[in-house]
Nanobody, 117 residues
Framework: QVQLVESGGGLVQPGGSLRLSCAASGLIFSDYTMSWYRQPPGAERELVALIGGTGRSTGYANSVKGRFVISRDNGKNTVYLQMNSLKPEDTSVYFC??????????WGQGTQVTVSS
C-alpha cells in the first residue's frame, strides 16, 4: 500500500520560511518523479515544483522560482520543499504527488500553509 505523508505546514509571517516534507512508502521511490502542488481556497490545484527520480532535474512554477527549492533524499524516501520569502498569496494546501511515466499515480493528503501577519 502506497502512502505519501506530508508534514511541515503551518502559520508563518510574510517573508518567513517553511520546509515541507513528504515521506513515501510502499513504492520504489527513485522510480518516481515527485512534485508539489498547491490548491488555494476556491481555486484549482496547480503545480509548484517537480524533481526527477535522480534529483538532477527540477522545474518550478514562475510564481515560486527563486524562492522555493525542491529536493529529494532517495535513501529516506522523502521529498522536500524549502519555501523562502513567503508571501500571503502562497497560502494554500500543499500536496505531494508521485508520477510514473508522466502519469500521476499517488497523492498525499495535503498540508496547510498560511502566510499572514
Amino acid at each position: 500500500q502506497v502512502q505519501l505523508v506530508e508534514s511541515g505546514g503551518g502559520l508563518v509571517q510574510p517573508g518567513g520560511s517553511l520546509r515541507l516534507s513528504c515521506a513515501a512508502s510502499g513504492l520504489i521511490f527513485s522510480d518516481y518523479t515527485m512534485s508539489w502542488y498547491r490548491q488555494p481556497p476556491g481555486a484549482e490545484r496547480e503545480l509548484v515544483a517537480l524533481i526527477g527520480g535522480t534529483g538532477r532535474s527540477t522545474g518550478y512554477a514562475n510564481s515560486v522560482k527563486g524562492r522555493f527549492v525542491i529536493s529529494r533524499d532517495n535513501g529516506k524516501n522523502t521529498v522536500y520543499l524549502q519555501m523562502n520569502s513567503l508571501k500571503p498569496e502562497d497560502t494554500s494546501v500543499y500536496f505531494c504527488n508521485a508520477a510514473y511515466g508522466g502519469v500521476t499515480k499517488y497523492w498525499g493528503q495535503g498540508t496547510q500553509v498560511t502566510v499572514s501577519s
